[in-house]
């Protein structure tokens, strides 16, 4: 213990020496100024600061039903006690896309908003009109939440994991439906079937057409009235293709 204090002392002295301060006596231990000093701390004013906080967004409900005799109290209450703000009703089929109250509540939507059904057959009846429907709303960076089915739920990682499989699978049912469209389209002109809408006059009709037209006594209106079709139908068919 003697042996360290003394190496101590000697590099203290040393240091002094660089600096042009004395070294202490030996054995004398060295303390800090401010342990001399009973100065009371230093208590500064609080600078005024701004604080922001961000507010949680508004939480929409939406009740729907089909016809006038059905009644939303009991979606209102679920709602209400989920913790919307405001409900918007409606009385409109669910197969009706375009529907008033619902347009109204997208267009309201901010981020940070929720959207809430009670059901999801609130909302939509098929898949991809449910998905147009969320596709509106996350695009407005607001959530969706279906008090009936968890799963349904953007809010939450899980939930936007389901919608986002569900969404892919909707796509896939889409590409089959139309790769076995094109498939079927394909068997069948093979087959000489001729595809598309029905011509309205037939291969007869138009020559006479055609030259009740090219003779000028009728009117294209008055041919057309001749074979149930409008003058415009006339005016369009042509010589080299024989309409």
Request: charged share 25%.
């Amino acid at each position: 213990m003697l042996t360290l204090t003394v190496a101590m002392t000697a590099n203290v002295a040393r240091i002094g020496q660089i600096f042009g301060r004395p070294a202490p006596a030996h054995g004398h231990v060295l303390k800090s100024r401010n342990l001399h000093k009973t100065q009371a701390p230093e208590i500064r004013p609080l600078s005024p600061c701004r604080l922001y906080v961000q507010n949680d967004g508004m939480i929409y409900g939406y009740a729907r039903v089909s016809t006038d005799g059905q009644s939303v109290d009991a979606q209102l209450t679920a709602l209400t006690a989920a913790g919307a703000e405001k409900v918007f009703r409606e009385v409109a089929s669910g197969a009706k896309t375009d529907r008033a109250q619902l347009r109204r509540l997208l267009d309201q939507l901010d981020a940070g908003d929720v959207f809430m059904v009670t059901r999801l057959d609130r909302l939509a009846r098929s898949t991809r009109d449910l998905l147009n429907t969320l596709a509106a709303i996350t695009g407005k960076q607001a959530g969706f939440r279906s008090l009936g089915d968890a799963w349904a739920d953007t809010t939450t990682a899980h939930g936007r994991l389901m919608l986002t499989v569900l969404g892919g699978l909707a796509e896939f049912e889409r590409e089959l439906i139309r790769a076995r469209t094109g498939e079927g389209r394909a068997r069948a002109k093979a087959r000489g079937v001729k595809l598309g809408r029905r011509p309205k006059l037939t291969a007869h009709q138009k020559r006479e057409a055609l030259e009740r037209r090219e003779r000028g006594d009728d009117t294209l209106a008055e041919i057309g009235r001749s074979y149930n079709v409008s003058g415009w139908t006339i005016s369009r068919l042509s010589s080299n293709r024989g309409g």
